[in-house]
Structure formats: structure tokens, C-alpha cells
């Protein structure tokens, strides 16, 4: 059953939303997300990969650790060889050989060289090593081994000296980096079997509306499936969180107070989608208008009765209005200590609104120092011809030019309501508020989506 919320009463209040700008909300996001960085946990170096380190990563010894072979060949004294030539070969006899993983018997005299394989140490008294090709094999007079040096060489070559490229306690990685494949190399290179990472947040996912359908299901006149839900786990996963989802909620204020109420047990951050405009249903706005009267949300922390006033963390409203296009009723409270994200109903709107605030705060639970979206300049190949009272985030392609400069090409059935151009976008141009949109060639700021 449907309940119509608030009637000509409430029309006063539910108009009642000021806009702050996307920059105002960000920052009131940030700040609210401060200080809320999860928990550490060590995972073993394979499955640290996609993870935020929650550790300082440091060179456990000089790398390399001793000064090795770059090549097949033979280890030589640089001052044997200075004047070798085809027509003149230096001669030198091959006194041992060092595979990979050995150490030399002694150190390489004058006039002497040693086989030498790639990766292996460089004996001591050896400061060069020739690759094999540059050799012919030759037999000395008394029956013992020599090669035969054609080219000459100089000190240094085909050596990477010890500590060429890191020194012992050098710092590789700080904490809040994602782990890519290459700090796991270097973690790996450095002895970290295990790796202090964050864990995941957990985020806590709701969709309202009474007009959802599970996605299994069969369309039916007048609904439609839920895909906001499933497209923000999907997002939840990509930014290193855990999505936890509660499923779509019909447009009840009991319901959506119910799964607020499990979420906040469950979560760390609760994200919503669907209802917060201004429609007779859009149950999230009434739900953030009595938070904002103050007469509230029955979470179970605020039932509790363990809990004196004095002890509950913190409610309050951070914004019910983004001057924005798309996603301007965007809203975004705490309650009792935890952020609640309003998210649009409609999933470019939902999708916007993630990128924009969303993911930031989980970066920040996650200790990453730069929370906000990457930003790049783009020069646009198809003019946006809307103008914009607000900041307009288009949905758009990203292309290189034969010129090597990044192109924004923004895509077709962009508007809130659709989702072809979700699939499709690369980034998201920003036409700032105030201008008529922007020509074809214009440079514009373009958040990199992931
Ligand atoms: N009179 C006005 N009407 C609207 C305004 C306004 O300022 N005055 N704002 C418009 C804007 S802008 C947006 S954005 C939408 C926001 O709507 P809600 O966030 O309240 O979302 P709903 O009403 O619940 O749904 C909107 C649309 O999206 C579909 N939807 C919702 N949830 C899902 C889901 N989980 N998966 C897929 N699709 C979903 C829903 O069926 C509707 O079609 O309001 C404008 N109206
Ligand atoms: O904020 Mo709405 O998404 O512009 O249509
Ligand atoms: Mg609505």
C-alpha cells in the first residue's frame, strides 16, 4: 500500500531546499568523512592487489642488493678490453663461471674473465660485463679455456650496480595508495608476504520506489526494474568497498525507517536511491524534512535506551539541494555519526551524484589523500548547446586526437532519466554555471571516470 506523505501542508517546507554549490557539498562531505578512516587488516602480498595500503612500504635493503649481470656474457676488467677490435681481440682466460643465484670463488684478476649469466653477481675486481655475441671461444696454448674480446668496452657496461635503483629504508609507498601491480612486485622484491591494507568499508545500498520490480522479474505495466541498486554496488566494489544490499523499498516511510535503521547497524556509509524530490512519494525528502524539523530518524542508536544524548554521535544535515544538472536533489545527512547519501532516482542522476560524492567520502574512510575526482583538460568535439543556470556534468567519451590531445565527445541520450550514455562514458565534462553551454574546440575540465 501507498501512503500519500505530506499534503498542502507540507508543500512550504517541501520547497523549502536552498542549493549549495558542488565544491560547498564536496567540502561538507569531506569534512563530515574526516577522522572516519576504517581499520587495517593484513592480507597475504597476492591479494593485496586493489587494496589501500594502510602501512609505509619501505626497501627492507639496497636494490639491487649486490651489483649483477645485465646480460649473457662474460664479466671482464673494463681496463682488459679498452682497445679491443676485431682485427685486435683482447685474449682473456675464463677463469669460473657464476650462474644466477651464485657467488664467485674469488676475485677476477687482471687479464682474466669470467662466464657470467644474466642476473648473476659480479665477482669482485670485475667492472664490466660483454654480451656473449661479442665473443668467439679460444683455447690457450696449455689446453685452458679463453675468449676472445672484439669490441671495446667501457667500465660500467652491462653492470646494474648495487642499490642502482633503491636504497635500504627508502620509503616506496605511503599509506593510502592503491596497491597496483607494481607495488605488489616491489612488495614482493622487499620481503612483505603480508601487506597492511584498509578494510573494506561497508556500504549499506537501498533503492525506494514503490514502482520497482527485483531485477528477475518480469516487466509489468507502469514499473520498472531496480538497476540503480545493482549500478551502485557496482560502483561501491570499483571504489574498494563492500556494497551490502537492502533491496528497493516501496515509497513508505516505516519501510525506508526500518532499513535506515538496519542499514546504520550494518554500515558505514548508507547509500540511498529514488524519492528525494519533491514528488507527493519521494519518501527520502520527507524522511530528510523531519530530520532537518528535527523531529527525526528512529535509527536504533537513537531508540537505544544505553545511550544518553550526551553519548550519541552527532545528526545533522550536511545538504537537500545541489545547484547541479544532473542530480540537483542530491542529499546527504549524518546520522548518528554516519553519512547517509540521498542518491536521484533517476540513474544518471544516481550515477552523477555517486562520482561526486560518494566516492570521495569512501576514499577518505579509506585514508586516500586524494579523495576528490581526477580532473583533465579536454577539447570538446561536439558543442553542448544547453545553457546552464548550473554546474552541468555531460556524460562523455573520451578520444585522442591525431594531434595526441584528449578529446571529450559527449554522448547522446544523456539526459537524467536515460542510461544508454552510463555505459558508455569515459568522463564527465563539466559546463560550469552561468555559461551557454560550450563550442565545438573549447577546453573544458573533464572528471575521469574509472
Ligand atoms: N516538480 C519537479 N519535479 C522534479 C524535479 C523538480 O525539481 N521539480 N526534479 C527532477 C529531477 S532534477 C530529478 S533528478 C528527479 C529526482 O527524482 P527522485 O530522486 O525523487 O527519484 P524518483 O522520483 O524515485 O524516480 C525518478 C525516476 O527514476 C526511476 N528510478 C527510481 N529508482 C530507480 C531504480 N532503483 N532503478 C531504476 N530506475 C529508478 C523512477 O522510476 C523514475 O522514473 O525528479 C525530477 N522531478
Ligand atoms: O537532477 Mo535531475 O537529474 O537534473 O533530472
Ligand atoms: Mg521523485
Known amino acids: 500500500m501507498v501512503k500519500k506523505h505530506s499534503g498542502m501542508n507540507g508543500q512550504g517546507s517541501r520547497f523549502n531546499r536552498r542549493a549549495v554549490r558542488v565544491e560547498e557539498a564536496q567540502r561538507r562531505v569531506l569534512e563530515a568523512a574526516a577522522g572516519q578512516v576504517v581499520g587495517s587488516e593484513l592480507v597475504a602480498l597476492h591479494e593485496s592487489g586493489g587494496r589501500r595500503l594502510a602501512q609505509t612500504v619501505t626497501a627492507s635493503s639496497d636494490w639491487p642488493p649486490f651489483a649483477r649481470s645485465g646480460l649473457d656474457g662474460y664479466a671482464v676488467r673494463a681496463a682488459d678490453i679498452a682497445e679491443a677490435s676485431p682485427e685486435k681481440p683482447a685474449e682473456l682466460r675464463v677463469v669460473y663461471e657464476v650462474a644466477a643465484g651464485q657467488v664467485a670463488p674469488a676475485a677476477l684478476q687482471a687479464g682474466t674473465a669470467a662466464r657470467i649469466m644474466t642476473g648473476a653477481a659480479v665477482p669482485e675486481g670485475a667492472d664490466a660485463v660483454v654480451m656473449l655475441e661479442q665473443t668467439a671461444e679460444a683455447m690457450l696454448a696449455y689446453g685452458s679455456r679463453a675468449v676472445l674480446i672484439k669490441r671495446a668496452g667501457a667500465a660500467g657496461q652491462h653492470i646494474a650496480p648495487c642499490g642502482e635503483e633503491f636504497r635500504r629504508g627508502g620509503v616506496l609507498a605511503v599509506p593510502g595508495t592503491l596497491v597496483r601491480p607494481g607495488h605488489v612486485a616491489l612488495l614482493g622484491t622487499f620481503g612483505y608476504a603480508e601487506v597492511a591494507v584498509r578494510k573494506r568499508p561497508r556500504i549499506a545500498v537501498f533503492a525506494t520506489g514503490s514502482e520497482l520490480l527485483a531485477v528477475a522479474a518480469q516487466l509489468a505495466p507502469g514499473r520498472v526494474r531496480d538497476s540503480n541498486s545493482s549500478m551502485v554496488a557496482a560502483m561501491v566494489h570499483q571504489s574498494g568497498a563492500e556494497p551490502l544490499l537492502l533491496g528497493a523499498l516501496p515509497d ?6 526500518a532499513a535506515l535503521a538496519e542499514a546504520w547497524e550494518s554500515s558505514d556509509i548508507i547509500v540511498t536511491t529514488g524519492g528525494v524530490s519533491v514528488g507527493d512519494y519521494d ?80 576514499h577518505l574512510l579509506l585514508g586516500v589523500r586524494e579523495a576528490l575526482p581526477t580532473v583533465v583538460r579536454a577539447r570538446l568535439l561536439t558543442a553542448v548547446e544547453k545553457p546552464s543556470p548550473h554546474d552541468r556534468f555531460v556524460r562523455a567519451r573520451l578520444v585522442i586526437g591525431e594531434n595526441g590531445m584528449l578529446s571529450a565527445d559527449p554522448l547522446a541520450f544523456a539526459k537524467s532519466s536515460m542510461m544508454a550514455s552510463i555505459a558508455e562514458a569515459e568522463g564527465l565534462v563539466i559546463i560550469p554555471a552561468g555559461s551557454k553551454g560550450a563550442e565545438v574546440g573549447e577546453a573544458v575540465d573533464v572528471i575521469l571516470i574509472p
Do not use: H
Open 252 to 257: 513508505e516511510l516505516a519501510a525506508v525507517e
Open 283 to 362: 519518501v527520502m525528502a520527507e524522511l530528510i524534512r523531519a530530520f532537518k524539523d528535527g523531529s527525526g530518524v528512529r535509527t536504533k542508536v537513537q531508540l537505544s535506551s544505553l545511550q544518553s544524548a550526551a553519548e550519541r554521535p552527532a545528526s545533522r544535515l550536511l545538504f537537500d539541494k545541489v545547484a547541479m544538472r544532473p542530480g540537483s536533489p542530491t542529499s546527504a545527512a549524518v546520522i548518528d555519526g554516519k553519512l547517509l547519501f540521498a542518491l536521484s532516482g533517476n540513474p544518471g542522476a544516481c550515477f552523477v551524484g555517486f562520482e561526486l560524492f560518494v566516492r570521495p567520502a569512501i
